[in-house]
């Protein structure tokens, strides 16, 4: 099992913040009385929903410790607990509000999740959530590649590796459920600064999993071999790299029940 390190996921709190907004702007609920945060992390972007609608109760689920932590060490009125979302209840009363960012692609086969989500969502209430798809782009192919040459293989074998699906398909699993859907995909071009900015960026995120499952003795040579791909792959112009940064997009909202 791996663990996530609240001080290397904010290094970066405002690209990572910025898909989380564009999302929550899609959302029109107006005064929703429960909201809850699927995968809330270091509580940073949940503390925004509590101040966009004051009157709501506002709770955040993440499956770390340590990122609930941080989460409760930054105060607010936000309720925060450790939990997976898998098995998460809801309340008999259902959600108003049910946000999950940059969570659900590390859940295996999270498509079949989306009924039971829809299904906790009160009348009228919104589901909307946001998933990585570039999973194809460099910054993850090349951790694949490397993870796979012989002398890391045995400890890479079968570590969490995060994927998505496209838009549509979202969007025709939640329309099939009667779901109104806005399902949409941006491509940011974040550009980033420092030494090997790239590899900072997803060794918080999509490559900690590996890196984690390394033994020390292999671990250095791991990174120095991925940092010097990266650089190759993500060349610097003038002290700066742009990492492309496709995101998908899914906001649905629930109708009265007959």
């Known amino acids: 099992m791996h663990t996530w390190d609240p001080d290397r996921y904010l290094a970066y709190a405002d690209e990572r913040g910025r898909p989380f907004l564009d999302l929550l702007a899609r959302v029109g609920a107006a005064h929703p009385g429960l909201v809850v ?3 809330c992390g270091p509580g940073n972007l949940t503390r925004m929903l509590a101040e ?3 009157d709501a109760e506002v709770s955040g689920l ?6 609930i932590e941080r989460a409760r060490a930054g105060g607010g009125r936000v309720r925060y607990d450790v939990g997976d979302l898998r098995t998460w209840s809801p ?3 259902g959600v108003d509000v049910l946000i999950s960012n940059a969570t659900l692609q590390w859940v295996p086969g999270h498509l079949d999740l989306l009924p039971r989500l829809f299904a906790a969502l009160a009348d009228g209430g919104w589901l909307a959530f946001q998933v990585p798809g570039n999973f194809d782009q460099p910054s993850h192919t090349i951790r694949t590649e490397l993870a796979a040459e012989p002398a890391y293989a045995a400890h890479t074998a079968g570590v969490a590796v995060p994927s998505s699906h496209d838009p549509q398909v979202y969007l025709e699993a939640l329309a099939g459920l009667g779901a109104e859907v806005d399902a949409w995909e941006t491509t940011y071009l974040h550009v ?5 900015p790239v590899f900072a960026w997803v060794s918080g995120t999509g490559a900690r999993p590996t890196l984690e499952a390394l033994p020390e003795d292999l671990r250095g040579e791991f990174e120095h071999e991925f940092r010097r791909r990266l650089r190759a792959a993500y060349p610097s112009r003038n002290g700066r790299v742009v990492l492309p940064f496709r ?3 899914v906001v649905a909202r629930r109708g009265p029940r007959s």
């Not at 993440?62 to 990122?67: F, K, W």
């Not at 980033?192 to 090997?196: A, F, H, T, Y």
């Open 91 to 93: 309340p008999p009363a």
């Open 62 to 67: 993440d499956a770390s410790p340590a990122m």
């Open 247 to 249: 995101r998908v997009f």
């Open 37 to 39: 945060d699927l995968g």
């Open 52 to 54: 966009r609608w004051p």
């Open 192 to 196: 980033l600064d420092g030494e090997d």
